[in-house]
């Protein structure tokens, strides 16, 4: 494909991931995954370029843009090779007129712009939540005492973290086949290490979704114990059993929730959990590194949805804890209305709760809690807060 056909395709791509942001449709990789099905023309080298040009816009652009064409348009204004490309030729797309105005560039939509400087994230803190991502992986040590791949560099602090160049294809490594590895950004490695779940322990995971934390907590407690693994989107709960199965973890059962009916299904344990964890659902703010179109749905009344929810979850997960038992509160979001204001308003509600040192690597003290965050750590973005009841 000549360099203009790539640019094309990319605006293509690109109406359908406005469109799929504007609906609440599919996201970016599902879209361009079928679309690079029903174009094979495209070889591996193109397929790459276009990608590449995908995400430039989309982190390009801090608001929704008005099309594909207006992103692309916004690249090109800092990319001549983009722009050389808008000469109509072949496959091209047709050369820019004298007053077609190119997409505003912006790191975040101007409506959160504010939100994010008063939870304590200036320009350079949110540019960096748009950085891409590296690739991170956990040793499993239910399978492996040791783990050697050419390339990977130690994450300090963590022993069972390695830091892997993005484009690896991970799930081709033997170790990935085996289950000596697991997928698992440094920041949710944290998160599970903050839970300080021990062998013979009783866990809830209560937001499990594929459970990725599942599989870490099954690890930390060396196989050892319970965990209920919870969640209200049966897909994304499906995926577990057969991770667990090539993890090796056997302490784990799963169990389908119905939506606002979560307290009554989990009846039984009431009063007896040990730990906890409620990653519940957020903005993702911390997430845009791989995700920077999640940016383009959030709106400040799925915000307003999104911590109502968090609250609503926080009360059941109470309910759950045996007395002198740990919740871990979690928010893969660096906006405080779901992170350090949440925790507070938690202990409000719940008189004798107090917080519990987050025993981590590293973290800033941030409210009841600790923030990761790209910028500072080269993590994702969490917030995290260990909370005790009395």
Known sequence: MTPGARVQSAIEILDLVIGAARSGGAAADTILARWFAGHRFAGSKDRRAIRELVYAAIRRCGEVPASGRAAMLAVAEVD?????????????????GANEQAAVAGAVPAWLADALVKSGLDQSAQAALLDRAPLDIRINRLRVAEVVIEGAEPIDGLPDALRLSPDTQVERLPEYETGAIEVQDAGSQ???????????????????GAGGKTLALAAAMGNDGTILAADTDRARLQRLPPRAE??????????????????????????????????APCSGTGT?????????RLTPERLARLTDTQARLLDIAADLVRPGGRLIHVVCSLLDAEGRDQAAAFVQRHPGWT????????????????????????????????????
């Open 80 to 96: 001549p090779g983009v722009a050389a490309a808008f000469d109509g030729s072949g496959y091209g797309p047709p050369p820019i």
């Open 355 to 390: 917080n519990a040192p987050v025993e981590v690597p590293f973290g800033t003290p941030h409210g009841l809690g600790i923030r990761l965050d790209p910028a500072h750590h080269r993590t994702d973005g969490f917030f995290v807060a260990a909370l005790t009841k009395p």
């Open 288 to 296: 845009w590194r791989r995700n920077p179109e999640a940016r383009w």
């Open 190 to 208: 944290i998160v599970a290490i903050a839970c300080g779940a021990k062998p013979g322990d009783r866990v809830v995971d209560l937001c499990a």
């Open 246 to 279: 090539r993890a090796g973890v056997t302490i784990a059962e799963t169990r389908l929730l119905d939506p606002n009916r979560e307290a009554a299904a989990l009846e039984d344990w009431r009063g007896t959990a040990d730990v906890v964890l409620v990653d």
